[in-house]
């Protein structure tokens, strides 16, 4: 079944007189949404009280939920300290991912720093590797561990990349960002062909991680380096739009949990993606 929902909660929720997040699940269950996407972008601050009632939420009202680790993960970082704190950051998001009954941990994979794209992006398959096996060790794999297509031309994360790193074991499930594709080639990801052409590479992973990949949408400034700042469906200039890309998710078959980012609407954009995967 395919899911659609917001990251975080949109102003709108706030408006309506709701506080903590665990109001969240009934909220979008009744606006006819069900999954959501819970942000620890910032770091990892919620007990584990608010995760369990969370959880016990999200059960209650059918809704999916899915973590986002913190945003300054990077697994290119040529210092091993760093990178031994960014392991630490995957997997306290795993550990609060599980008592909130989310089955997937969305992360940014690396950055390309002052090295050449070509060695960190070798320098990223290597701490890959010791990630899947750590993944093993600490008992991590009932969770899929989601690494993004980035918005931002000198971040490890174009979809060709993605897909490599995904490859690497089926612990990693890809999370594909159109947004962030549209604004890292500078408009470019948002026509049938294009959108046609970045399914064809998903299914490279095989059955699974290409009929339920993990989907964030939203529509994104962008400048000469890519992303620049998250806009919300009223936007006309920079795009992408849904519309022809919901065509090919259902005449495939797919069923991604789709995941909308837009800047304070993303529950009302979210709902409007629905309605158009619903039309077409």
Same mark, same amino acid.
């Given at each position: 079944m395919?899911? !659609? /929902?917001?990251?975080? *909660?949109?102003d709108s929720f706030y408006d309506d007189g709701n506080k903590v997040s665990e109001q969240a699940p009934a909220w979008l269950k009744?606006?006819?949404?069900?999954?959501?996407?819970?942000? !620890? /972008?910032?770091?990892? *601050?919620?007990?584990?009280k608010k995760a369990g009632a969370i959880k016990k939420?999200?059960?209650e009202n059918g809704v999916e939920i899915s973590v986002h680790a913190p945003y300054y993960i990077n697994f290119a970082n040529p210092d091993e300290e760093m990178v031994k704190k960014s392991y630490g950051y995957l997997f306290r998001s795993a550990d609060m991912a599980r008592r909130m009954g989310a089955g997937r941990v969305i992360f940014h994979p690396a950055a390309v720093g002052k090295a050449t794209r070509e060695e960190a992006f070798e320098l990223t398959k290597k701490r890959f590797d010791i990630l899947i096996g750590k993944i093993r060790a600490e008992k991590y794999d009932d969770i899929l561990f989601c690494p993004e297509t980035m918005g931002k031309i000198n971040q490890?994360?174009?979809l060709e990349e993605i897909i490599e790193l995904c490859a690497m074991d089926e612990v990693l499930m890809p999370t594909v960002d159109f947004g962030h594709l549209?604004?890292?080639?500078?408009?470019?990801?948002?026509?049938?062909?294009?959108?046609?052409r970045a399914l064809e590479l998903l299914s490279r992973l095989g059955e699974n991680k290409y009929r339920h990949f993990h989907m964030h949408f939203s529509k994104i400034e962008y400048s000469n380096g890519g992303e620049v700042k998250h806009l919300t469906f009223e936007d006309k200039v920079y795009g992408p739009d849904f519309t022809e890309l919901a065509v090919l998710i259902k005449g495939r078959g797919l069923e991604p949990v789709v995941i909308c980012e837009s800047d304070g609407t993303q529950a009302e954009d979210a709902l409007t993606m629905k309605k158009i995967f619903e039309s077409v």
């Amino acid at each position: 079944m395919i899911r !659609f /929902g917001p990251s975080g *909660n949109s102003d709108s929720f706030y408006d309506d007189g709701n506080k903590v997040s665990e109001q969240a699940p009934a909220w979008l269950k009744e606006k006819g949404l069900n999954a959501y996407e819970y942000s !620890f /972008g910032r770091g990892v *601050n919620i007990s584990e009280k608010k995760a369990g009632a969370i959880k016990k939420a999200a059960e209650e009202n059918g809704v999916e939920i899915s973590v986002h680790a913190p945003y300054y993960i990077n697994f290119a970082n040529p210092d091993e300290e760093m990178v031994k704190k960014s392991y630490g950051y995957l997997f306290r998001s795993a550990d609060m991912a599980r008592r909130m009954g989310a089955g997937r941990v969305i992360f940014h994979p690396a950055a390309v720093g002052k090295a050449t794209r070509e060695e960190a992006f070798e320098l990223t398959k290597k701490r890959f590797d010791i990630l899947i096996g750590k993944i093993r060790a600490e008992k991590y794999d009932d969770i899929l561990f989601c690494p993004e297509t980035m918005g931002k031309i000198n971040q490890i994360g174009t979809l060709e990349e993605i897909i490599e790193l995904c490859a690497m074991d089926e612990v990693l499930m890809p999370t594909v960002d159109f947004g962030h594709l549209n604004a890292r080639t500078l408009g470019k990801m948002n026509s049938r062909d294009e959108y046609e052409r970045a399914l064809e590479l998903l299914s490279r992973l095989g059955e699974n991680k290409y009929r339920h990949f993990h989907m964030h949408f939203s529509k994104i400034e962008y400048s000469n380096g890519g992303e620049v700042k998250h806009l919300t469906f009223e936007d006309k200039v920079y795009g992408p739009d849904f519309t022809e890309l919901a065509v090919l998710i259902k005449g495939r078959g797919l069923e991604p949990v789709v995941i909308c980012e837009s800047d304070g609407t993303q529950a009302e954009d979210a709902l409007t993606m629905k309605k158009i995967f619903e039309s077409v």
